[in-house]
């Protein structure tokens, strides 16, 4: 594949994940201040881990050590579904288009990070 569409993929997945951060920090404002689970500090913790580790799994130069950061952010996507989820079902998140909107950007963000472990995985089955 050539270097440029890789280099593109891996910058459009930081920069979703990084919209999606920006949506969870707005979304969250309006989740009640005595929240007892602290579900907004989560969903904000794991929404950011995710850009964080796509940013350091493009900043490392190993492979391996790539694959790790992205695993640990497919594993942070994973829970800003789930809190996102138990937000939803709490009554905190409004609105049928606003939880689809959010579905769609998570799931892209998703799949997106599942690309980036296919082809980093593939270089790795390259250089053995």
Same mark, same amino acid.
């Given at each position: 594949m050539n270097f440029l569409i890789k280099k593109f993929r891996n910058f459009s997945a930081l920069k979703e994940s990084r919209l999606l951060a920006?949506?969870?920090y707005k979304i969250t404002e309006n989740f009640p201040r005595e929240e007892p689970y602290g579900i907004a500090?989560?969903?904000r913790k794991a929404a950011n881990s995710v850009k964080e580790n796509i940013? &350091?799994?493009l900043a490392e130069r190993y492979i391996r050590d790539k694959i790790k950061f992205y695993y640990s952010a497919r594993r942070s996507i994973i829970e800003v579904q789930y809190f996102l989820s138990l937000a939803k079902n709490l009554g905190y998140i409004d609105g049928f288009k606003?939880?689809?909107d959010l579905d769609k950007r998570?799931? &892209?963000v998703k799949e997106m990070i599942d690309n980036?472990?296919?082809l980093v995985e593939n270089q790795e089955g390259g250089n053995k």
């Open positions: 920006l949506e969870v500090g989560q969903l940013a &350091e799994g606003k939880c689809k998570v799931s &892209e980036l472990i296919k």
